[in-house]
């Protein structure tokens, strides 16, 4: 079997205070999935004193 894969990445609005929109990584996530994405992978960046900065989520679906 052959696969697309799709990367996508979700920033931070302001870099001091606000954190990661989980429910706008639901909504795209699940969207993606309606679509026949599956989720491989997902990663949080951090500086490196721990302050996240953004994320990257690895999707693929079956070519064809």
């Known amino acids: 079997m052959k696969w697309e894969y799709k990367t996508i990445h979700f920033s931070r609005k302001k870099f001091i205070t606000s954190s990661l929109d989980t429910a706008l990584i639901d909504e795209k996530l699940n969207s993606y999935s ?3 994405w599956e989720l ?5 960046k ?19």
């Open 40 to 44: 491989v992978t997902f990663e949080i």
């Open 46 to 64: 951090t500086t490196f004193i721990g302050i996240e900065t953004g994320a990257y989520a690895l999707l693929k679906r079956a070519k064809g």
């Open 34 to 36: 309606d679509n026949g």
